[in-house]
């Protein structure tokens, strides 16, 4: 409460000033047009990807899953181990300089076509509609009293949500367990633990960001909103109204000569307005809750073509552009992304192809340095874990390197390792005790049986008395 002289009397009137601005529900109007059509494959892309994926099988299993348990994640023939998590880092590092790579050049692509939140606001969105009817009629909706009409579309239309939202949930855990049991133990009613948690989690997410929180997700939640600009230059394509042209705006009859009247090409129909999803007016300049749809694009484009006025009132275009300077898209900032990203494109690319099929972890038995045998020799005991990566069963074969009389007692073992299994073993190292003293290193060399590829060569030390 704040004392202030409004009265003619001169006494104090006490205002109340709300730091709180309450929250207007909005209704964007439905619209299309070039981009709308973009943002509509879009979805139906990624959302048909995020559905589907979880469905497709290969040679016999899941093909896509990510078994956080058994420590392996399936994406179709590739399987990835904890040991290759430097690819996950790789990916990581891929998709942040995209985003930056992306942002240069074409502002908020990520938000306006592809960002999840986007994609799932805008299926509620056409739920709702399909429901409740088109903006006017929302609108009136929303306003009008309860009643048996108004309770019937209300319901119908969180009925819908809530099931979709519990489907988007059960896809989500369908990448992490198999989706075939979950939805059957969900059949059942015999889902619990993590699997029903994550599922009701993320399914709740769904409903409330893109059933309530909307647009201000974007506007209060979203980091990316916050730090865009640093990623911004003066020729950064973004979606401006043009301020030349459409200015002063105003509106007039139809049948009016254009080159006569002293206003700008704005007939100041809001349309531009009412499509927008996070409510705001672009026509003041470019605001960080703008998330680069380009719904006002579509809209005042068919206003333009209804008035019959050039398209492009409201644009891409760049701060240059705009300005009247010359512009480059493609500049220095671009190049040097774009460099970067195939770069490390290629090398994860080829790492990819060259990793390791195959993993050895070598462990010295701390039970005892040494031991002395009766054949007067020096023996060590190792701890070997030999793991298969490829989804076959293969054969390797384990020999010594680096220390001269060095030999495995009973010979060069063969072992027979299941597909994406683990064989534990003990070997015995054996060298004659006159030749050796002290602390020496040796390799074990895990070769391919079948092929008699070299696969690694993991260094230990052998111990010896000084
Ligand atoms: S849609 Fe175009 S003409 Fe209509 S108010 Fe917006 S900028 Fe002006
Ligand atoms: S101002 Fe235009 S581009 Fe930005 S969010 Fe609104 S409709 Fe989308």
Excluded at 14 to 39: D, M, N, Q, T
Excluded at 220 to 228: D, E, G, L, T, V
Excluded at 421 to 441: K, L, N, W
């Amino acid at each position: 409460m704040t004392p202030r002289d409004h009265s003619n009397s001169g006494q104090p009137q006490e205002e109340v000033i709300s730091f709180y601005a309450k929250h207007e529900k909005i209704h964007p109007r439905e619209i299309s047009g070039r981009f709308s059509r973009l943002r509509k494959i879009s979805v139906f892309a990624l959302l048909g990807l995020f559905y589907l994926v979880p469905w497709l099988s290969w040679e016999g299993r899941q093909a896509v899953l990510f078994d956080l348990p058994a420590r392996k994640f399936y994406i179709w023939g590739l399987v990835l181990w904890p040991q290759d998590f430097i690819f996950l880092t790789w990916l990581l590092i891929l998709l942040g300089l995209s985003l930056f790579f992306f942002t240069a050049l074409a502002g908020r692509l990520w938000c306006g076509y592809a960002c999840p939140q986007t994609v799932w606001t805008e299926v509620f969105l056409w739920i709702e509609r399909w429901i409740e009817g088109d903006r006017n009629k929302r609108i009136r909706l929303q306003k009008s009293p309860w009643s048996r009409g108004k309770l019937i579309k209300v319901s119908s239309k969180q009925f819908v949500w809530i099931v979709f939202s519990f489907w988007t949930g059960v896809s989500f855990v369908g990448f992490f367990v198999p989706i075939g049991t979950l939805v059957e133990s969900i059949a059942h009613a015999e889902v619990n633990g993590w699997p029903l948690f994550w599922t009701l989690f993320y399914g709740g997410a769904t409903y409330a960001n893109a059933g309530f929180m909307r647009e201000q997700v974007c506007q209060y939640m979203c980091p990316y909103a916050r730090f865009q600009s640093a990623m911004f230059d003066r020729d950064t394509l973004i979606i401006t109204y043009d301020q030349k042209r459409g200015e002063p705006r105003g509106a007039r009859a139809r049948s009016s000569d254009r080159s006569q009247q002293s206003l700008g090409d704005c007939v100041d129909c809001t349309v531009c307005v009412q499509v927008c999803p996070t409510g705001i007016d672009i026509r003041k300049g470019l605001q960080y809750e703008c998330i680069a749809c380009a719904a006002c694009v579509d809209a005042c484009d068919s206003v333009m073509d209804k008035v019959g006025y050039p398209r492009g009132l409201i644009r891409y275009t760049t701060q240059h552009a705009v300005d009247g300077h010359p512009t480059k898209v493609l500049r220095g900032r671009t190049y040097v992304y774009a460099t970067l990203l195939t770069v490390i494109f290629i090398v994860g690319v080829v790492g990819l192809i060259h990793r390791k099929t195959a993993d050895l972890d070598v462990i010295r038995d701390r039970n005892a340095l040494y031991r002395e045998t009766v054949h007067d020799e020096i023996e060590n005991v190792y701890l070997l874990r030999v793991l298969n990566k490829q989804m076959t069963p293969r054969a390797f074969t384990l020999t010594l390197e680096g220390l001269s009389g060095a030999h495995i007692d009973g010979g060069t073992p063969r072992w027979h390792v299941l597909g994406g299994e683990i064989y534990t073993t003990a070997v015995r190292v054996e060298v004659p005790s006159d030749t050796i003293h002290g602390g020496h290193t040796l390799r074990f060399v895990l070769t391919d049986a079948s092929t008699g590829q070299r696969l690694l060569a993991e260094k230990a030390r052998f111990i010896a008395p000084p």
